[in-house]
């Protein structure tokens, strides 16, 4: 186990290079002189010449290169435009609101997701199976963007049954402040006790959670129906009934064990897509996220803070993949023995 | 007779596999059912076990278990009698174990879904286990970690320890070496003798039922077409396909009447 | 003299091809309804110019006295902020993001299908460069590099086209590497080697060929996923400019008004959402189609 961890480890490191390489080539794609810009429009040569060394952009490109990869280990993912503040700073604030969304996104799909996957497996090729096929394609099918603003004129504006926009409401931060621990709203509520805060981040979060929601319940409904149908053939499950287990205990447990493994390699993967689809959602919502941060990056054409998102994502990317590889090879035997 | 079968029709659709006018397993007694493969021998265990639809066939006609009709069960009844009182075991035992679970797992749950508690599941497991002869901490081993052997006692062992009165044996040795497989017929005798269990040993193995059972059955496209004491099948076969069979076991034709 | 053995036999040569097709069909009525509203889409975008009551609103052309109206029988999806017949855009519309997605498609293809069967069969050194970088590609979720990209460059079409084809050639060189590594081991092709023939015949007649059914399936699939990350980049300002009547950028556009004029968005969206779902659905039905071990369902 130990040489099979160690060995996915050590791939993982290569890549992330990879990554910072590749960020860096993006970097200095962008047209124009960035020295000039950093200068400003009325700069004399002279002084952009001195932005030039002073941004260290006379140096050799391989030079560069080496530069930035020993900033980005040491923590100096560079100084974002529209905050000014460096990158690094920025993300530790918004990080913790999007994966707390995101993570929401993925147990809202999995409750949704193993029941109908199931039920799917369960009857293949009745009218069941078929609407919910349809409705997993629509799920994946989803602009994410449309879904959270009809959802926000529906239940928010229209019903009132929801909240509109915001990360909890405004009027708690004068009667039950809440104080930053972890950064993570849902932990720090119920560490300090606040439990009004806890509800109203919830209420709060439930929308935009499930806008996101949607793809990860998709893919996951579609892919547990064909594991489990692909594993209901096979001579361990009849065994298994021949103890006189129940169908559903036969599909609940035993064949949707066997399809924990990529379903479990699915949500790894679904996590970091879906921390980029919330630069499409948290604006609207006015969640203050990694999402909301980028657009507004966006709209400033603020490159460092865009590629710092750029990278932490990748990296989270490169990380869930390792997570995973790791989690597969614990739970099914078969991996680490080989 | 402890398990009888009367008038047993399995099809698919229109087309019908399996037309049985009679087999029986009495008491403490080992009956083989044997034939070439596809003549229907699994699908009967199957319909034995009321799981015939889950191939997508239908049944009809009688099962009694110790005189009471199985057939008519509904689904809840059939699943009690399912394991606990008819067993079975197969062809492929690495196949048959979930490869994502302890094969002791397997064992305690379904140990604990026939009734007995958490304490009684590991005691009767350990039990079992040793009346196999295997050590009792095999149970916490993967299916990966075990051979075909040793997974097809853990599977008698299982069945043992649900005090099965029946136990159906479907090509049970087909998969395992000749010196694995002796032991394994071993232990089905023991299973006879000591437990008095009613095996229905099926296999296209004409030697191997030879050698194991008390009485034997031949089947071919799904009929029975001859049946009797193993002794007086095997010397004075009264079917041509039988002696057929008999023909084509260079060991048995040479040997007959051991 | 000994002849060349010829490509393998279909998957599902067990039935005769029409039968298999039918059944296959039959057993999957979603898929007939993604081709059909597919071959729709396709046609309105054909006849876009004939099917709207007013063409010149695709592009700059503006009606103060007709702001934001809401959907009537003049004007069936209503107007947008500048007077524009939404109707009309939103049949333009159907003529951007399903030709952006043919146009990256092909080129992700063009770029993946040569590196990847190069990577399969040559094996060694070629193959093992080609897979780490098409690992770092990999590490970035699609949207992510596609948004990285597009940010640092110049909003438009082409910028689109061609970030989204930097980020989809990976996966398809990973899935025909694959493909081709596994028809290059078997036994029949060094059998073709023993007897002379040239690599480059191996490759075009036997590793290709063999190769490329789940490619076209995933193709298939992935057109809805292309036209919702084109459409995602409009949204963001980073495609589409105004006045290009593409569909995310007028959801983008009509944001602002979105609260009050409700159909500003919501057409749009609807057709982004309609476009994807059909083709997604047919590139499903495809798939299992395709599935060699297909479960013939009871």
């Not at chain 1, 006189?244 to 036969?250: K, L």
């Not at chain 2, 099809?11 to 083989?32: H, T």
């Not at chain 2, 394994?184 to 437990?195: G, H, I, W």
């Given at each position: 186990m130990i040489v099979y961890v160690a060995r996915r480890v050590a791939l993982a490191g290569l890549v992330v290079a990879g990554v910072i390489v590749l960020t860096f080539a993006i970097a200095h794609l962008v047209p124009g002189d960035p020295a000039a810009t950093w200068a400003g429009p009325h700069a004399s040569a002279a002084q952009v010449a001195a932005a030039r060394r002073y941004l260290g952009l006379d140096r050799p490109p391989a030079v560069q290169l080496l530069s930035y990869f020993g900033g980005i280990l040491t923590g100096n993912w560079g100084i974002a435009i529209h905050t000014h503040r460096p990158v690094l700073s920025d993300l530790a604030v918004v990080a913790p609101a999007s994966l707390e969304l995101v993570t929401a996104a993925m147990i809202i799909a999995l409750v949704v997701a193993v029941p109908l996957g199931l039920i799917s497996a369960r009857w293949p090729g009745r009218a069941s199976d078929h609407v919910i096929r349809a409705g997993s394609i629509l799920g994946v099918s989803m602009p994410i963007f449309w879904m959270a603003l009809i959802l926000q004129l529906v239940f928010a504006q229209r019903l009132h049954l929801l909240p509109v926009a915001g990360e909890y409401s405004p009027s708690l931060l004068f009667t039950h402040p809440l104080t930053r621990l972890t950064g993570f709203g849902l932990i720090d509520a119920p560490l300090t006790g606040n439990w009004p805060m806890f509800g109203s981040i919830l209420g709060h979060l439930l929308l935009p959670a499930v806008v996101i929601a949607a793809y990860p319940a998709g893919l996951l409904?579609?892919?547990?129906?064909?594991?489990?149908?692909?594993?209901?053939?096979?001579?361990?499950?009849?065994?298994?009934?021949?103890?006189?287990?129940?169908?559903?205990?036969?599909?609940g447990r035993f064949a949707m064990k066997l399809a924990w493994n990529p379903v479990a390699a699915t949500v790894a993967l679904v996590f970091a897509y879906s921390l980029v689809n919330t630069f499409l959602v948290e604006a609207i919502f006015d969640w203050p996220g990694l999402g909301s941060y980028t657009t507004a990056s966006i709209t400033s054409l603020d490159t460092p803070a865009i590629l710092g998102v750029t990278l932490f994502i990748a990296l989270v990317y490169v990380v869930a993949n390792l997570a995973?590889?790791?989690f597969q090879a614990a739970i099914d035997p078969r991996i680490r023995l080989r | 007779m402890r398990l009888s079968i009367?008038?047993?029709?399995?099809?698919?659709?229109?087309?019908?596999?399996?037309?049985?006018?009679?087999?029986?397993?009495?008491?403490?007694?080992?009956?083989?059912?044997?034939?070439?493969?596809?003549?229907?021998?699994?699908v009967t265990t199957l319909a034995v076990l009321g799981l015939a639809h889950t191939v997508g066939a239908t049944v009809s006609g009688s099962i009694r278990l110790d005189g009471a009709e199985l057939t008519g069960l509904s689904h809840r009844e059939m699943r009690e009698v399912r394991g606990r009182r008819i067993a079975a075991i197969f062809q492929s035992p690495a196949l048959a174990f979930s490869p994502v679970y302890r094969v002791g797992s397997i064992v305690h749950r379904a140990l604990r879904l026939h009734g007995m508690t958490r304490a009684e599941a590991a005691e009767a497991a350990e039990r079992a286990m040793r009346q196999v002869l295997l050590p009792p901490g095999l149970l916490d081993r993967y299916p990966s970690q075990l051979s075909g052997g040793q997974l097809q006692r853990v599977a008698i062992a299982l069945a043992l320890a649900l005090h099965a009165e029946v136990l159906l044996a479907d090509e049970p040795t087909s998969a395992l070496d000749v010196t694995?497989?002796?032991?394994?017929?071993?232990?089905?005798?023991?299973?006879?003798?000591?437990?008095?269990?009613s095996v229905l040993f099926i296999s296209h193995d004409l030697a191997v039922v030879a050698e194991l059972c008390d009485r034997v059955a031949i089947m071919q496209h799904g009929s029975i077409v001859e049946q009797g004491p193993t002794s007086q099948v095997i010397t004075a076969p009264a079917s041509p396909y039988t002696a057929e069979l008999l023909a084509s076991v260079p060991r048995l034709a040479a040997g007959a009447g051991q | 003299m000994i002849e060349a053995p010829s490509t393998l036999p279909a998957a599902d040569a067990r039935l005769p091809r029409g039968q298999a097709l039918r059944r296959g069909l039959g057993a999957n009525p979603l898929m007939v309804v993604g081709a059909l509203m597919s071959a729709l889409i396709v046609v309105i975008a054909l006849l876009a110019p004939l099917l709207a009551p007013f063409p010149a609103d695709a592009g700059s052309a503006t009606h103060p006295f007709l702001v934001l109206h809401p959907p009537s029988a003049q004007h069936w999806f209503g107007t947008d902020n500048v007077g524009r017949d939404i109707y009309s855009r939103v049949l333009y519309g159907a003529r951007i993001s399903p030709l952006i997605?043919?146009?990256?498609?092909?080129?992700?293809?063009?770029?993946?299908?040569?590196?990847?069967v190069a990577a399969g069969y040559f094996g060694g050194w070629l193959d093992e460069t080609i897979m780490r970088v098409t690992d770092i590609f990999l590490a970035f979720p699609p949207l992510l590099l596609a948004l990285a990209l597009a940010a640092v460059l110049p909003a438009s079409i082409t910028t689109v086209i061609i970030v989204i084809a930097l980020t989809w050639w990976p996966w398809y060189t990973r899935l025909i590497r694959g493909q081709a590594a596994s028809v290059a081991g078997r036994p029949y092709i060094d059998s073709c080697r023993a007897l002379g023939i040239s690599r480059w015949r191996i490759i075009f007649r036997h590793i290709l060929p063999n190769s490329i059914t789940p490619l076209i399936v995933q193709v298939s699939l992935d057109v809805g996923g292309v036209i919702l990350t084109v459409s995602a980049l409009s949204f963001l300002g980073l495609g589409a400019q105004d006045p290009t009547p593409d569909w995310g950028l007028m959801v983008a556009e009509g944001q602002d008004y979105f609260l009050t004029s409700w159909w500003v968005v919501t057409f749009p969206g609807i057709a982004i959402l309609v476009t994807a779902f059909a083709f997604t659905l047919l590139g499903d039905g495809l798939r299992d189609l395709m599935d060699p071990k297909r479960i013939f369902l009871r």
């Open positions: 409904t579609r892919m547990i129906r064909a594991q489990v149908l692909d594993t209901i053939g096979d001579s361990h499950v009849q065994m298994v009934r021949s103890l006189g287990f129940s169908e559903r205990a036969v599909f995973v590889d790791i | 009367t008038n047993l029709q399995v099809s698919f659709g229109e087309r019908r596999v399996v037309d049985l006018a009679e087999l029986a397993v009495g008491e403490a007694e080992i009956v083989g059912l044997a034939g070439d493969s596809g003549s229907g021998k699994s694995v497989q002796a032991e394994v017929l071993e232990l089905l005798r023991e299973l006879r003798d000591r437990e008095r269990m | 997605a043919v146009i990256v498609l092909a080129i992700s293809c063009a770029v993946g299908i040569p590196l990847g």
